[in-house]
């Protein structure tokens, strides 16, 4: 897991993550999940999670994607 972001928002911290699968080289396990940090515990909850397993397109405009 590689963390991408952090933000202060409202007075919550949000931490940004995500999970490259780079051990596994399972392309099923490449996913984001934001985690905010609830106050009273002090302990990162998952805020919000997607999967990166999507189509992606070129990643420039002169070549395909295969």
């Given at each position: 897991?590689?963390?991408?972001a ?59 994607c295969?």
């Open positions: 897991m590689a963390p991408w952090l933000k202060e928002y409202k007075g919550n911290i949000y931490v940004g993550t995500v999970c490259t699968a780079e051990t596994s080289q399972d392309r099923n396990e490449l996913s984001a999940t934001i985690y905010k940090l609830n106050l009273q515990s002090e302990i990162f909850e998952s805020y919000c999670s997607m999967p990166l397993t999507y189509i992606k397109g070129p990643s420039n405009a002169t070549g395909d295969p």
